[in-house]
């Protein structure tokens, strides 16, 4: 052991004349502990909403959605889905068809946003069929018409085209599979009497529970070809959905599959459609580590406190390290070694509570919230391992800053003046 590591252990350790010194260092680890314990946890609250969001968003939804710049659809989606599905990085494509729509049953209706989709296709870019929880997706496969099935399956009403509602928004309707609801779409018939609206009635086939509130709340699922029946368009859809390799590079994918697929058409990914939701939590956690490291700051001033009335109180053991041959940067290093130990005992202590607590948080689910506000139904708890680096070198840091001043006062005793009446 360095001897000057040794001296300071050994301060550390011994009994003091002033029991006020003992105590403020105390409080310096407890306070280095609880700071750098609430930032690990702050950081796995706010790495645990955007990691656990972006998982459900992307098992939902596609990683690049390409689109016409016209709003005339997409005629040869199936040539083009199949040709684009083998670009670099492309692992799947799929085609599509949005549209805004009122969902109503009896007195209940609510607006929905209606997919088509090709099951077949669908698998391969999303697990919106996978979370089925209720009734069966079976119906929508091209494979499977309705008349097939059984009729616990089929319902009361095995005529009309089948639907999968999201949980909320089935609740909010009333609906159950096997029951009907009824579709109006704005994209009506144009008559002498001016546009009306296009109705049709389906018939619940399924519920889905994806765990975002979003997609539970609005989304609803029907067939490619239903949908263009609803939209009387006969054979087009409105966007083709990817799925790569990296959701990372969303951007330059987007931009390779636009000139693959040539003039006229424009992509989107979901990094520039969730832009405002993950920059809003990279903000949120920005401002919670300046806010938490302000108790590491606290904690730092107790080191300096304890530190400078711990030189004050050693004066003449300094004076006889220096008579010994100690050199003033000798000295000036034991009070440095002595608070950046105080500040990795506080920060071992504090990483061992912080992760634990954030492990047993996010295990048992300790704290519930409102999907229809955060759109999770617990806090989501997501420790990382560099966080706990990020977090020890600031504390460790912060305190190596609070041991300059009172080191420098160490080493500027003079032995004469200290030993003067002993």
Do not use: C
Not at 152 to 178: F, S, V
Not at 268 to 287: D, I, K, S, Y
Not at 321 to 350: D, E, H, N, P
Request: glycine share 8%.
């Amino acid at each position: 052991m360095r001897f000057e590591l040794f001296i300071a252990s050994r301060y550390l350790r011994a009994k003091r004349r002033q029991a006020v010194i003992g105590v403020i260092t105390a409080i310096s680890v407890v306070g280095v502990a609880a700071g750098v314990a609430s930032l690990i946890i702050a950081l796995a609250i706010t790495n645990g909403f955007r990691q656990d969001l972006q998982d459900r968003l992307l098992s939902a939804t596609s990683h690049v959605q390409l689109e016409r710049i016209a709003a005339d659809g997409i005629h040869n989606y199936v040539e083009l889905t199949d040709r684009l599905s083998h670009e670099p990085h492309v692992i799947a494509a799929a085609p599509a068809m949005y549209e805004q729509v009122m969902i109503s049953r009896g007195a209940r209706a609510s607006v929905g946003l209606l997919k088509g989709i090709l099951p077949q296709y669908e698998r391969k870019v999303s697990q919106l069929l996978s979370s089925v929880k209720e009734g069966s997706a079976a119906e929508l496969e091209p494979t499977a018409p309705t008349a097939q099935l059984p009729p616990a399956a089929a319902g009361a009403y095995p005529a009309y085209p089948p639907i999968i509602l999201g949980k909320d928004l089935a609740y909010n309707l009333g609906a159950q599979p096997g029951e009907l609801v009824l579709i109006t779409s704005p994209q009506g018939e144009i008559t002498p009497f001016g546009l009306i609206p296009k109705y049709e009635r389906f018939r619940v086939a399924g519920i889905m529970q994806t765990g975002f509130f979003d997609y539970d709340n609005a989304w609803a699922l029907i067939r490619l070809s239903d949908a263009q029946q609803l939209e009387s368009e006969p054979d087009i859809a409105s966007v083709i959905e990817f799925k790569i390799d990296d959701i990372y590079r969303a951007p330059q994918v987007g931009q390779e599959l636009e000139q693959a697929a040539g003039p006229g058409f424009q992509t989107t990914n979901w990094m520039e459609q969730n832009r405002a939701l993950f920059r809003a939590l990279r903000l949120e956690r920005v401002v919670t580590f300046i806010t938490i490291a302000l108790i590491v700051f606290v904690a730092a001033l107790n080191i300096l406190i304890s530190l400078i009335m711990m030189v004050m109180e050693k004066t003449r053991d300094i004076a006889v390290l220096m008579s010994l041959g100690a050199r003033k940067r000798q000295v000036q290093r034991v009070f440095i070694a002595q608070g950046v130990l105080i500040g990795i005992v506080g920060t071992l202590f504090g990483l061992i509570a912080g992760y634990l607590l954030a492990w047993a948080g996010g295990h048992y689910h300790w704290i519930s919230l409102s999907p229809e506000v955060y759109s999770l139904d617990y806090v989501p708890f997501a420790p990382r391992a560099l966080d706990g680096l990020l977090v020890a070198a600031v504390a460790i840091g912060v305190s190596f800053i609070a041991t300059i001043y009172p080191s420098r006062s160490a080493a500027r005793v003079f032995p004469a003046e200290a030993l003067r009446y002993e």
